[in-house]
């Protein structure tokens, strides 16, 4: 009963290029909406498919709404104070989460 269906547990990545132009393959964890802008959170994996060090990274995020199938837009956020709301979003969806795995026990 209790059993999920398989591809909820496949997660879906992205790759990343850098600045320094390696790419690096994300886990997408989640994309958050703040004041009306998009977000998403990635978790960086190195070559095993893992996470080292438990830090995750935000980005701004947009789709084209014309073109469903264009490839969205990864911008970095370099104002702070937009970068604490993201990441206080994201401190509230980890607790929303942990509370349905609670009450769905």
Known sequence: MGKKNDYEDEEMT???ELDDGSIVNCAVITILTVSSRDYIVLLPLNEA????DGEVWFYRYSENPDD???EPELDYIDDDEEYENVAEAFDE????CEFDELTQE
Do not use: S
């Open 49 to 52: 498919g893992e996470n080292e």
């Open 68 to 70: 469903p199938n264009e």
């Open 93 to 96: 969806y980890l607790d929303d």
């Open 14 to 16: 992205v790759e990343l």
